[in-house]
């Protein structure tokens, strides 16, 4: 890389530009009103510093986010910049500029992703933004996420390991064909000359089991050519391979047996398979997982984007138009399997490195963990959510709740609503680390209470409360109280607004597929994507365009009211 200044709009390109869109064009106006927030210098870091001069990549940085504001291939990417004028008015280059090959996207994108730079993408445009006043920290925010399918196919078990072991065979007849026929006869060939999903597979499961094991013997046998004497050293750092070895972990033990060493598959041992969360479920995207949600499962990954929230009463008057518009100013990508809940303190983390801290914070309840209340609140945000409702056997009945419990934390005694005290009060740690306090009664008190049945079914016990620190109890109980005030739902109607940006970012930049393979790239794919959202709500800002009204049909708009 050879940085340069971001070029000036040639004379020509601009004076065709201009009479070809007379009412300007989303590239126009970004370059007229923002100019150029990437700079080389800000991807030094991912290029070499000697070499053959490669392409701009503050340029290229561009067209990604001109690509993803159409949902464009990178080939149609690539001729864009060589065909259409308000690419190349934003770009600075003459009419007669040939552009680049579409593979050079692919290349900055492998760079940045390597590099540990995917955030460049987003960040630099939200400097800017911060610098024209229109993000900063104490305002409103809005989390959610969406789900994104990754770009690999749903394989049963059977069909992993077989698609698994023709992967290696694949690229090992790509690296070292002559070492690879040395090493294999026909019969290899007939079984995975073709991709197993493609194949007839067995019906029985007897057929099925003995299929599967004659995939792990092979998997097996494959592993210990690549790592024989006579094999390359560089054979076992394929990335196929490396997935052979990882995927047959998870999926596959031996042992010896009187009859020699015999292939297991894990569902077979004690121990079993590995838990979703960990599970690899492709050869191809080592990264992706599987999960479920309000009943539906997908392979894939999950996108977290935070936005901000504009007052409606800035709102220039009569035109519709907010004084700053909704902008996301955080993007959180990670595989299908972490809760949303993990989620929230990683969000905030990065919103006060940018320096962008809300002062309020609107979530759905997947994000509103009780211990989350007293962390937020001590770096100054209100976190807005409703909490998780009590499932707890006494709520399901209509009984005697926790939050019926009279809770006395100087003198570390509780009252339940019968009027009786508790009789221990200890501090424990709970089995997923967490403190907690365990509060019990005792087995006398509750033995003749006439509300038993409403409290508890404990057959030698008195009643038991789990309560977390003080500090976490009031702070909910003080959360539980204000979600019933008509005060915080019309705070909470804010969130809504987010399924906006979803939409837009699964529609519009067309996320909910997954363009590339494996988390790094999705997540520079996410950036992307939250960059090309900022780009469009600010050319529709600049432009005066009010926001989108609810579609009305002809008949809803004709004036019925009666004649004077």
Partial sequence: MQPQPWPEVPAQTARVAKRAFPRGALAIRIRDELGSWYEDEDFAAVYPVRGKPGISPAQLAMVTVLQFTEDLTDRRAADAVRGRLDWKYCLGLELEDEGFEFTALNGFRDRLAAGGAERVIFDRLLDLLGQRGLVKAGGRQRTDSTHVLARIRDLNRLELAGETVRAALEALAAAAPGWLAGVIDASWQRVYGQRIDELRLPDGDTARRELAVQYGRDGYDLLEQVRGPGAPGWLAELPAVQALRRIWIQQYDRELGEDGEKVIRREEREHGLPPGRDRIVSPYDLDARYSEKHGMGWLGYKGHFTETVSDPAGDAPGTGRPAVPNLPTDVQTTHAAVPDVAMTSPVHDSLEAADLLPGEHAADSGYVPADLLVSARQRGITLLGPLLADTSAQARCGGYTADMFAIDGDNKQATCPEGAVSAKWAPMRQHDGKQAISVRWAAATCRDCPARGKCTTATWTGRQLFLRPREIHEAVAAARAGQASQHWKDRYKARAGVEGTMAQATHVTGIRQARYLG????????????????????????????LDRTRTTHLQRVNLAPAA
């Avoid at 988390?519 to 009010?546: C, Q, S």
Wanted: aromatic residues 8%; hydrophobic residues 45%; positive net charge.
């Fill in 519 to 546: 988390l790094d790239k999705i997540r520079l794919e996410h950036l992307a994507a939250a960059t090309a959202i900022n780009v469009t709500r600010l050319d529709t800002w600049y432009a005066g365009k009010p």
